[in-house]
């Protein structure tokens, strides 16, 4: 497609339960990031994907967060035992290696942990 | 588009000195945050002003918006080598999306 897609926009879950968020990037991006932005504060890195190089985890709260890349395309960031802090909006970000023409971010998925 | 651009592309300076990046956008602002990313890495949130403020300090850091001519900039002071990286303006409007630029490369020669 021709942006950055993510999906569920919205996700309502409840505390303990897990959660699978999903971003699509532009085609031919080698690069992946997803990042967390709590409500206003700036963004948080949480994993970074290049190629196939081992991605960087850096960011991951802790290891209830994972997240995986397959086949070089469509990410999908999980949170397992889910708990309020969580809720946040989760932004997917691709760009080419370089990154020579920026980022292209995604329009996010707001979760909310009740 | 609203995606901010930053000026220059490309800034090589001595340790010691001071480095001035800017960043133009296009349309009304929420807030504006300036990100820095090393190579290999994620971008690392440095600092955030919102549309009311006209300057805020953050350490070695120095930004200024002026939403009338639509601009930020970010000072670095007594610039490091460790301060050599890609630096990226990220503007938000008021639907909370983030329009990133595409950045300064910056590199301090120790």
């Known amino acids: 497609g021709a942006g950055v897609s993510q999906s569920p926009s919205n996700k309502v879950t409840e505390k303990g339960k897990d959660v699978e968020l999903r971003c699509d990037p532009i085609s031919g991006h080698t690069a992946l990031y997803w990042y967390r932005q709590s409500l206003g504060q700036g963004l948080e890195f949480l994993i970074y994907f290049q190629g196939n190089s081992a991605p960087d985890k850096s960011g991951l709260p802790s290891d209830r967060f994972s997240a995986e890349r397959t086949g070089g395309s469509v990410s999908t960031l999980t949170i397992q035992r889910t708990q309020q802090e969580d809720s946040a909006v989760y932004l997917c970000a691709s760009s080419s290696f370089q990154a020579k023409n920026g980022y292209t971010f995604g329009s996010g998925t707001r979760l909310t942990v009740v | 588009s609203q995606q901010g651009e930053e000026d220059p592309q490309a800034l090589s300076i001595q340790e010691g000195e001071n480095a001035t990046m800017n960043c133009s956008y296009k349309?009304?602002?929420?807030?504006l945050q300036w990100y820095r990313q090393n190579s290999g890495r994620g971008l690392v949130h440095l600092i955030l002003?919102?549309?009311?403020?006209r300057e805020k300090h953050s350490g070695r850091l120095r930004v200024t918006l002026d939403t009338s001519k639509k601009s930020s900039s970010l000072l670095i002071t007594a610039s490091r080598a460790a301060d050599t990286a890609s630096y990226f303006c990220?503007?938000?409007?008021?639907?909370?999306?983030?329009?990133f630029g595409t950045g300064t490369s910056l590199t301090v020669i120790p």
């Open positions: 349309t009304s602002i929420n807030n």
């Open positions: 002003i919102r549309s009311n403020e």
């Open positions: 990220a503007t938000v409007d008021t639907g909370n999306q983030f329009y």
